[in-house]
DNA sequence: AGGGTTATTGGAAGCGCTCCCGGGCCCTAC
DNA sequence: GTAGGGCCCGGGAGCGCTTCCAATAACCCT
């Protein structure tokens, strides 16, 4: 292994001929320092290889410079959905440019909870970003319990918290479903994500306006996971309640993947038969037969902008919550 | 918000009335407390709802309690494969075991690299999971220079680490050719990942010893990403070149889903006219039309392993390098 | 030339914790 | 009766950095 031990500050000084609190400065680029001292500082930082220890930086300063990324799902296996990758890539993309680190949790156990009030109470980290909470989810009142600041990713059910940033779901599903009427379908149905989450109550809130406003019957609605298997049993439960259904605004991505499956399984022909659009326009979406028309959620987007708005609250700003807008892709299936 | 200020322990100490030492003996369950004092400090810690800072901790004992898993790949997009899911998953759960923290760094750009350096230099973590490099990855040489334990998630291309968990991929390989060439197939193609990369280069060798031991003609090869697009190009290609081709031994599910969609749009049925095997056994195995029969590495386990391994080093043991099992899954493509 | 700023500078006091050490204490063995 | 050996216990010295402060030094204006 290579060196045994990193020079500190204080080797540092000392090779340069100044004080330690010069040299502090000089590093931290602060001012009242002299070309002179400041030259012959930078020279031994080079020399030694000296790179500050965070963690001594972090106790003085009370600034740890590393932020969480909080997921919690019920069921470990959502995580392998494509959309957390992309938050995390949008989050990742946006922290790169500072010097903040990312600490991963993943709060789905209790063990996962008490982790992550742990590092609330121990301010472990500078600051919070806590996704895909469910109605019930503990982790939603944590926020106001600690003094660190949190940005929430898409709402909880039934609080609006001081910052977030969500995508437009019940605008998105709108959309959609005003596409499926102008296709001349009528009788639509919705398979909705959980409802004890916003994303699935506000997607199958936009299917409930805009089939209002068109004066149809807006009752054709089963519930299910965010998956593709809880997509194909739902439809396969659509279609033996209302077997006249000519058109479905699937939940999510994975969710339409699984009806499309179930449709073909069933001998109905898309977009023949049945016209099928999706919510999220992940990768799955050109992967399946055929391609899926779907809402565009900005997903990277998402990621992006809850670090941002981390940012500027650790700067002590004042950001104000915001909505993602969502556009419809017209693909194959509708 | 709430509280403004943690305890910290000297609040503690006085509250229970004993010295700052005594409650660190007994936060830290060290010997040589009196039961009386033990409970003493046990109630102000409950009282005042003290949780040690971490930061002071670690400058005190020079451990951060935190690993960070480094995932480098050139292109970001591939960080959404469900693969790394599986990955961030299995480390997760073997670290939630324990108090330490994920420190999660994708170290695509060279952003990424650099931060690496940094997280090595002024050990900002106890130790490092490294993943997925290239042959030319400078990250590979980084381990021998700082002295902090690294484990390396499969192997880089031109050296043995010291400490690295693996799936057999040349075994997996071998298995899957060896099942076409059980099946009757007698051209039987490849279609590689990278070949910068081991898992790529060592799957390709898998191939090369069955079909050296049937003395079947191994020159069907095409090279791609470890992608869909990657595979269904390939498979393009290899439809070309080879028309004669009756089955294909892909480098990844990715790849094969590729083909499978290639395969189908040049009129091929599968497994009828040509037979594909994947590689990777993830959920888009299932997802596949028809079902893949796919070489299965336990992603899971490769990620706890590489967690577990990590671990024991931490712990000043000496751990050997793993190799896990892979096996071949039945479906319907092959 | 003199009073008042404004730049530099190093000393020293922390940040909140761990842990070594030496001093009591009590108990046992001779 | 006393010399050892545990056990407890608190004092205090760090861990490596930032930052306040008081002390100089350099500079401006009238």
Redesign the interface.
């Known amino acids: ?6 020079p500190t500050l204080d080797e540092v000084a000392a090779r340069a001929g100044v004080s330690r609190s010069a040299a502090s400065r000089v590093i931290n680029n602060a001012r009242h320092v002299s070309q002179a001292k400041r030259d012959a500082v930078a020279r031994a930082v080079v020399e030694l ?1 000296f ?6 930086r ?2 003085a300063t009370q600034q ?1 410079g ?1 932020v969480v990324l909080a997921l919690s799902h019920h069921d ?1 296996a959502l ?4 959309f ?3 938050i ?2 949008g989050v ?1 993309a946006e922290l ?1 440019k500072t010097e903040l ?6 709060a789905n ?1 209790t ?2 909870q008490a ?1 992550l009030q ?2 609330l ?4 980290a500078d600051g919070v970003m806590l996704m895909a909470l469910h109605g019930d989810d503990p982790l939603a009142a944590l926020a ?5 600041p949190v940005v929430f990713g898409g709402r909880p059910l039934h609080a609006e918290p001081r910052w977030y940033v969500d995508a437009d779901n019940r605008g998105g599903s709108r959309l959609a479903t005003e596409h499926l009427i102008g296709l001349g379908r009528r009788h639509i149905a919705v398979i909705t994500g959980q409802m004890d989450t916003d994303a699935g109550a506000s997607r199958h809130r936009g299917y409930l306006d805009a089939m209002a406003v068109a004066g149809l019957d807006p009752s054709r609605v089963e519930h299910g996971e965010f998956t ?1 298997a809880g997509g194909a049993a739902a439809m396969t439960r659509l279609l033996a309640a209302y077997p006249e259904v000519d058109a479905v605004v699937a939940g999510s991505d994975a969710i339409a ?1 699984g009806s499309l499956r179930a449709l073909k399984a069933h001998g109905r022909t898309v977009p023949g038969d049945v016209a099928v659009v999706g919510f999220d326009d992940l ?1 799955t979406a050109l ?1 399946t ?1 055929p391609q899926l028309t779907t809402v565009h959620q900005p997903v990277h987007g998402l990621g992006r902008e809850m670090a941002k708005m981390l940012l500027s609250l650790i700067a002590g700003e004042e950001p104000h919550p915001l909505i993602l807008p969502t556009r419809l892709v017209h693909r194959a299936s509708a």
Chains 1, 2 share one sequence.
């Open positions: 292994m290579g060196p045994k031990r990193q290889g790179v500050p220890n965070p963690t001594a972090a106790l740890v590393a470990p995580f392998t959905d494509p957390f990758a992309q995390i890539l990742n790169e680190e990312l600490l991963l949790v993943l156990s063990q996962g982790r742990r590092i109470k121990s301010r472990r106001d319990q600690h003094d660190i593709e993947a990768l992967h037969d």
